[in-house]
């Protein structure tokens, strides 16, 4: 199963972008998705995650901003982010959970965002 995140981009602050995931070459459904993100110098975080029930959660630096979504197709999932910050910068991964057989993560893609 590879995942692959794309939409990452350099923005000024203030401003928006959406990043994309879908995995490729699975048989089976996630039963969570999530994005993360990694920031220079520190360890990787929890952004936001989403259930096959839609259950959701945030982490408290992003509630309000950035919104997360499973798409139609099996195994994708969005995040719009909204009203960027340049704290917000950072590599930002996407990553599956399938209870049975543990995570998946994809390459990542780089959100930079400039004051």
């Known amino acids: 199963v590879q995942l692959q995140a794309s939409g990452g981009g350099l923005v000024q602050a203030g401003g928006s972008l959406r990043l994309s995931c879908a995995a490729a070459?699975?048989?089976?459904?996630?039963?969570?998705m999530a994005w993360y993100r990694q920031a220079p110098g520190k360890e990787r975080e929890l952004v936001a995650s989403?259930?096959?029930?839609?259950?959701?959660n945030y982490s408290d630096s992003v509630k309000g901003r950035f919104t997360i979504s499973r798409g139609n197709a099996k195994n994708t999932v969005y995040l719009q982010m909204n009203r960027l910050k340049p704290e917000d910068t950072g590599i930002y991964y996407c990553?599956?959970?399938?209870?049975?057989?543990?995570?998946?993560w994809g390459k990542g893609t780089q959100v930079t965002v400039s004051s």
């Open positions: 990553e599956g959970n399938k209870r049975a057989w543990g995570d998946f």
């Open positions: 989403i259930t096959r029930g839609t259950s959701i």
């Open positions: 070459g699975s048989t089976f459904t996630f039963d969570t």
